[in-house]
């Protein structure tokens, strides 16, 4: 692919829609280690988005702090599994999660989380010379 795509607006991609860039379709643009990385990282926050949303056995967060390099702590648990999880976020990530957690009717959405996403998301459009809706 010999199109620049922003690493944020890529990731907000991998996460909302990971079908769009699959690594089989678009295998050069997931050859460099960041990339690689931030695919692993994609995968990790919808996996987070999951277990928060599964209706079975559905986990419950136990607390959010951010760190001072700004970094998000999260910790959660899937009280009947007997399992807690805790993860570092960078704050589009959590952005990110929060947003998807949003989306599925489980979490209020604040305007710098859905800002920080959805500018993001428009990088994308851009790099791609799509339109924007208004």
Same mark, same amino acid.
């Given at each position: 692919m010999s199109v620049e795509i922003d690493d944020e607006a890529l990731f907000c991609a991998l996460v909302f829609a990971p079908t769009a860039f699959s690594r089989n379709r678009f295998f050069g643009l997931f050859e460099? =280690?960041?990339r690689k #990385? @931030? &695919?692993r990282r994609a995968g990790r926050i919808r996996g987070i !988005? #999951? *277990?928060l949303t599964n209706p079975e056995r559905r986990a419950e !967060? /136990? +607390?959010e702090r951010v760190l001072e390099d700004g970094q998000v702590l999260l &910790?959660? *648990?899937v $009280? $009947? /599994?007997g399992y807690s999880r805790t993860a570092a976020l960078s704050q589009l990530e959590a952005a990110a999660l929060r947003y998807a957690l949003? &989306? =599925? +009717?489980k979490a209020p959405l604040v305007e710098a989380d859905r800002k920080l996403v959805q500018t993001a998301i428009a990088r994308l459009s851009k790099d791609l010379? @799509?339109?924007i809706d208004p």
């Open positions: 460099s =280690a960041p #990385r @931030l &695919r !988005i #999951r *277990q !967060i /136990l +607390g &910790r959660y *648990q $009280e $009947e /599994l949003h &989306r =599925a +009717g010379n @799509l339109p």
